[in-house]
């Protein structure tokens, strides 16, 4: 149930962020700010260098899910970052194009891709979720390679602090 809500909040995200502009992501003006513990504590970078990793993604070569050596660099500075933020964990999404049938299966398994490279550089699994959205959260949607390629990735969400019980417990940094 609980990767179902996360499912469920990572694809409304997800959507919002991909399909409309910043501002209609924003909370509404009359709403309270949201703002992370590392804003709260005051440290502004901290948030920025979040934010900054959170728009990257990590593409996958088609039928593929080996990550790619250029890739190495950035998941170690999402590492790093992790480490200096213990109180963070974070939501792979695997994502695929619409061809065949497997894209759930497909995504997952990249997502899955990444969550093993994150084990082998140290992030223990308890601060990890991956989970597959398929070929659900598009990224292009014309029907060529140069779509494709966009829509077989992964995508990296960070996540609130990680629950007395070690369950990622989902927030998204306001901006």
Not at 13 to 21: I, K, M
Not at 100 to 109: E, F, L, P, R, V
């Amino acid at each position: 149930m609980k990767r179902l809500a996360l499912v469920a909040a990572v694809a409304a995200l997800a959507g919002c962020a991909n399909l409309f502009p910043q501002s209609a992501c924003a909370p509404p003006a009359s709403a309270p700010p949201v703002k992370s513990a590392a804003v709260e504590a005051g440290n502004q970078k901290q948030e920025d260098l979040m934010w900054e990793l959170s728009t990257k993604s990590i593409y996958f070569d088609h039928g593929s899910f080996a990550i790619k050596p250029e890739y190495r660099d950035f998941l170690a500075k999402v590492y790093r970052f992790l480490q200096s933020a213990p109180e963070l964990s974070i939501g792979l999404i695997g994502n695929a194009d619409e061809r065949g049938h497997t894209q759930s299966a497909d995504g997952q398994k990249r997502a899955d891709a990444v969550r093993e490279a994150f084990m082998s550089l140290g992030l223990p699994d308890h601060r990890m979720q991956a989970v597959s959205l398929g070929d659900k959260n598009p990224r292009a949607t014309c029907h060529e390679e140069k779509c494709w390629a966009q829509n077989r990735r992964v995508d990296i969400v960070f996540l609130g602090s990680v629950s007395a019980n070690n369950k990622p417990m989902a927030s998204v940094p306001a901006r």
